[in-house]
């Protein structure tokens, strides 16, 4: 398994900022995700983040809206750029280790004003 | 494109009774992996077990147990004993074995909230 750190675990934030969210992982992983849970809904991938290339952004999602970073097999950052109330969700990353199994961090809870 | 379908928004059973929770997916691939996720109130998505589609004998975890039938398409999760603190959030979801792109991610279904009574 893995052990998985995301900071902040909440924030709160005004309309037309940004939000960077960290991602740590306690081993060398090659594919990380990231996940947007919506209120009382399921999850749905944002991008995938493997290290050494650019993100792949799933349907609806772009890299000017949520650019993510992968600088080492430990670490990767979400941005949410130029935030608005629909932009409040529950953030979450994912590991897939040797087992084909996704592990989940502790998620992020934002909410936009 | 793969779906999962979970039919039963919610459910509830008595402390120490068994509860079953149904999902359904749709594929045309011939391998894949199946798992059910639990996520409490904390919101930490938690997994509770996994299926390979290649193996024809179900996962079991503790109490926990799945029941696989590839053909029908049909991964339901079974709790035994349960407990106030299976109490959560239960999300079924599908991985296709092939890689590349977005290939490799989980697909979810709508989840089910399974409430536990004392």
């Given at each position: 398994s893995a052990v998985i750190s995301?900071?902040?675990?909440?924030?709160?934030?005004?309309?037309g900022t940004s939000l960077t969210i960290q991602c740590q992982v306690d081993s060398q992983v090659t594919m990380m995700?990231?996940?947007r849970q919506q209120p009382g809904q399921s999850l749905t991938l944002i991008a995938t983040a493997n290290q050494g290339s650019e993100a792949t952004y799933e349907s609806g999602f772009v890299i000017d809206k949520f650019?993510?970073?992968?600088?080492?097999l430990t670490f990767s950052t979400l941005t949410v750029s130029n935030m608005s109330p629909e932009d409040s969700s529950i953030y979450l990353c994912s590991v897939q280790v040797?087992?084909?199994?996704?592990?989940?961090?502790?998620?992020?809870r934002l909410l936009v004003l | 494109a793969q779906t999962v379908t979970q039919s039963q928004p919610e459910m509830s059973v008595q402390e120490a009774e068994t509860v079953t929770l149904s999902c359904t997916y749709d594929t045309s691939e011939s391998d894949y992996y199946l798992f059910w996720y639990k996520?409490?109130?904390s919101r930490q998505m938690i997994l509770v077990i996994r299926q390979e589609a290649?193996?024809?004998?179900?996962?079991?975890?503790?109490?926990?147990s799945v029941n696989f039938q590839k053909a029908a398409k049909s991964f339901s999760l079974?709790?035994?004993d349960s407990q106030l603190g299976d109490a959560a959030m239960y999300f079924c979801a599908y991985r296709s074995t092939f890689y590349g792109g977005s290939q490799g991610n989980l697909i979810f279904g709508k989840g089910t909230k399974l409430?536990?009574?004392?």
């Open positions: 995301q900071k902040p675990s909440r924030d709160i934030c005004q309309r995700f990231w996940y650019p993510i970073s992968r600088p080492n040797q087992s084909e199994t996704q592990y989940f961090g502790p998620g992020t | 996520q409490p109130p290649y193996k024809q004998q179900n996962a079991t975890e503790n109490r926990f079974k709790i035994s409430s536990v009574k004392p």
